[in-house]
């Protein structure tokens, strides 16, 4: 059991190290630039403040079904 874990606990950190890299390697959305990339990079910014918000709202709902029950 202890050796399925390790095997887990290693696996998940070496994915998250690998996904991660390109990320922090490179700028997905230039909002610098001429043309498009202000625009492009203010709608991807509301997308992620609205999912945010979302999935605190469902977090938070879920916890108060728990603690109803």
Do not use: H, N, W, Y
């Amino acid at each position: 059991m202890r050796a399925r874990l390790t095997i887990v606990a290693l696996s998940v950190a070496t994915a998250m190290g690998v996904l991660a890299s390109p990320a922090g390697a490179q700028q997905l959305i230039d909002a610098g630039k001429e043309g498009t990339g202000g625009g492009s990079a203010f709608v991807v910014f509301v997308v992620m403040v609205f999912v945010i918000g979302f999935a605190l709202f469902f977090m938070d709902r879920i916890r108060r079904r728990a603690t109803d029950d």
